[in-house]
T-cell receptor, first 116, second 111 residues
Framework: GAGVSQSPSNKVTEKGKDVELRCDPI?????LYWYRQSLGQGLEFLIY????????KSGLPSDRFSAERTGGSVSTLTIQRTQQEDSAVYLC??????????????FGNGTRLTVT | TQLLEQSPQFLSIQEGENLTVYCNSS?????LQWYRQEPGEGPVLLVT?????EVKKLKRLTFQFGDARKDSSLHITAAQPGDTGLYLC???????????FGGGTRVLVKP
């Protein structure tokens, strides 16, 4: 497909379990972002990958959250020992980069995570 | 405190009315983008503004970037129910032009 793909689209898990969320960016896009969105609110930045540079992890809310990007393509966001406050929609986006234009982000449809 | 503040948070209007959404910051951005998001989907880019004072029009939508590149506005003329959605502004700054989003404005246009 031509767009950003996220899986699963929905995930229900019990408190204390670990979850993995997957993002397949658009081919050739060097930048990849993870955001979290709670109930129709704005987007909370989590982590940013740009090419081969060290990721910007400044938005990760706790050490239970981690993410990796393998081969500059697919990314996985892992949440360990999930808590109820982790319930949200997790959005992934990718973009081409360069210049001062701020390359537009192409978003997936998100993974809705519910922690019971 | 968010880097980008959007106002109002929620706006409900009748079809045919005009509306303006604001995006403000104390920081300078190299560019600013506006997105619209519908339920169950990711945000979709509407426009990117780069130059201070720039005005861009997209049909009934008018976007303006402040002279100092710290703020922006989105004006919708003769709103239609299809304009309903969550409008998000996002500013690019710093190494790699990382995007930071505002809190969003939820717009409801009633027929």
């Amino acid at each position: 497909g031509a767009g950003v793909s996220q899986s699963p689209s929905n995930k229900v898990t019990e408190k204390g379990k670990d979850v993995e969320l997957r993002c397949d960016p658009i081919s050739g896009h060097t930048a990849l972002y993870w955001y979290r969105q709670s109930l129709g609110q704005g987007l909370e930045f989590l982590i940013y990958f740009q090419g081969n540079s060290a990721p910007d992890k400044s938005g990760l809310p706790s050490d239970r959250f981690s993410a990796e990007r393998t081969g500059g393509s697919v990314s996985t966001l892992t949440i360990q020992r999930t808590q109820q406050e982790d319930s949200a929609v997790y959005l992934c986006a990718s973009s081409l980069t360069g210049g001062q234009g701020g390359s537009p982000l192409h978003f997936g449809n998100g993974t809705r995570l519910t922690v019971t | 405190t968010q880097l980008l503040e959007q106002s109002p948070q929620f706006l409900s209007i009748q079809e045919g009315e005009n509306l303006t959404v604001y995006c403000n910051s104390s920081s300078v951005f190299s560019s600013l983008q506006w997105y619209r998001q519908e339920p169950g989907e990711g945000p979709v880019l509407l426009v990117t503004v780069v130059t201070g004072g720039e005005v861009k029009k997209l049909k009934r939508l008018t976007f303006q970037f402040g002279d100092a590149r710290k703020d922006s506005s989105l004006h919708i003329t003769a709103a239609q129910p299809g304009d309903t959605g969550l409008y998000l502004c996002a500013g690019a700054r710093g190494a790699g032009n990382k995007l930071t989003f505002g809190g969003g404005t939820r717009v409801l246009v009633k027929p």
